[in-house]
Structures are given as C-alpha cells and as structure tokens.
T-cell receptor
Framework: EDQVTQSPEALRLQEGESSSLNCSYTVSGLRGLFWYRQDPGKGPEFLFTLYSAGEEKEKERLKATLTKKESFLHITAPKPEDSATYLCAVQAGYSGGGADGLTFGKGTHLIIQP | KAGVTQTPRYLIKTRGQQVTLSCSPISGHRSVSWYQQTPGQGLQFLFEYFSETQRNKGNFPGRFSGRQFSNSRSEMNVSTLELGDSALYLC???????????FGPGTRLLVL
C-alpha cells in the first residue's frame, strides 16, 4: 500500500526565516511525486511534479527535491503570503502504462509571521 | 485558459438523501479524478475517468459512483448519505491519466 508521511504537521516561521518541509513516501513504482499548496476553503494549487531521484525544480521562493525515499520542499526567505498548507502526493505507475490515483500526505500547515 | 469548475460550491443534505456533484475539466483535458477531503482522513482518492470509462477506483463503498460524458464533463453521485460523508469533494483534471492533475475549488457537502 502506498504511503506518504509529511513532517512537521505545523510550522511557524518569521518572515525571511528559511526552512524545509519533508515528505517521506513508500510506493511501488513511482510514476511521479507532486507538491500542492492549499489555502483555506480552496482546492489544491499545483506547484511541482518530480519524476526521478535527483530531480530538482524551483519556482520563486520554493525549491523541490526528490530522493528514492523522500522529497523536500525548501522555502527561502518566506513572506506572509506563503502561509498555506503544503501537500505532497505520489502516483504509482502500472507496468502496463497506466497509473493510480494520487495518494496524499496529511500536509504541513505553514504560518509565516511578519 | 479556464480552470476546473465545480458546481454547486455548497450543499446541505440530510441523512438518507442522495446528491449529484458536477465537474467541468480544463479544456482539452480528458481525465477527471475525484477526491474526498476531511480533517481526519485528509485527501482520499475516489475514482478516475478517462474517455467515459472508469479507470481506477479508491477504497470507498458502492454508494459513491460517477460517470463521464463525451465532452469530458463528469458527475459523481452519493446515494443514501451518511453523516460521515460531510466533506470537501474535489475534482481534478489532467490531459491523460499519468499527467499532472489540476484541482477545482471543490464542493462543500454538509450532511445533517
């Protein structure tokens, strides 16, 4: 069974204080690892897709990295508008070429204080 | 390009009733997936449709069903509602089943 564990559950930072969010996963045949941001009352907003160990992607103050067992979302010099819940999800691939639904972690609730 | 749209945005039902939720994917996307989000369980996969066929199904009872139309729009139905069905129901679309999924704003269902 695919599993995703995110840590910490909650994180409070001062504006400008860099940190990292962790996503540990077990999946048979990783097709992709996805990071989303979710604001209260809204649907998840896509951030990154990572496909293989060693891959890195960046967008503004965010950088996502992937190893064979975990992924990190690094946030550099965060601003209050970066406050949100960050969700990690994995998708298993089938040998025939299909893919499963996303398996999500419980998320990291990030608060950036001015 | 317009994003994923879901209707209605909010619903209040009573136990035993049934409900139908609608999802319009991003133009050109042929895969639609449905998820249930609750505070206790987080986001859980319900099912996925591609070209009007259910391709995958999560671990939910048969009261949860769905369908997809030829224009890729999708509906999900929950029959005999239970209090525990109160949740945010999210629809996501992708070009194909192995591509990045983009989520709609969700339908908030409250079962009384």
């Amino acid at each position: 069974e695919d599993q995703v564990t995110q840590s910490p559950e909650a994180l409070r930072l001062q504006e400008g204080e860099s940190s990292s969010l962790n996503c540990s996963y077990t999946v048979s045949g990783l097709r992709g690892l996805f990071w989303y941001r979710q604001d209260p009352g809204k649907g998840p907003e896509f951030l990154f897709t990572l496909y293989s160990a060693g891959e890195e992607k960046e967008k503004e103050r965010l950088k996502a990295t992937l190893t064979k067992k975990e992924s990190f979302l690094h946030i550099t010099a965060p601003k209050p508008e970066d406050s949100a819940t960050y969700l990690c999800a994995v998708q298993a691939g089938y040998s025939g070429g299909g893919a499963d639904g996303l398996t999500f972690g419980k998320g990291t609730h990030l608060i950036i204080q001015p | 390009k317009a994003g994923v749209t879901q209707t209605p945005r909010y619903l209040i039902k009573t136990r035993g009733q049934q409900v139908t939720l609608s999802c319009s994917p991003i133009s050109g996307h042929r895969s639609v997936s449905w998820y249930q989000q609750t505070p206790g369980q987080g986001l859980q996969f319900l099912f996925e449709y591609f070209s009007e066929t259910q391709r995958n199904k999560g671990n939910f009872p048969g009261r949860f069903s769905g369908r997809q139309f030829s224009n890729s729009r999708s509906e999900m139905n929950v029959s005999t509602l239970e209090l525990g069905d109160s949740a945010l129901y999210l629809c996501a679309s992708s070009y194909r089943d192995r591509e990045t999924q983009y989520f709609g704003p969700g339908t908030r269902l409250l079962v009384l």
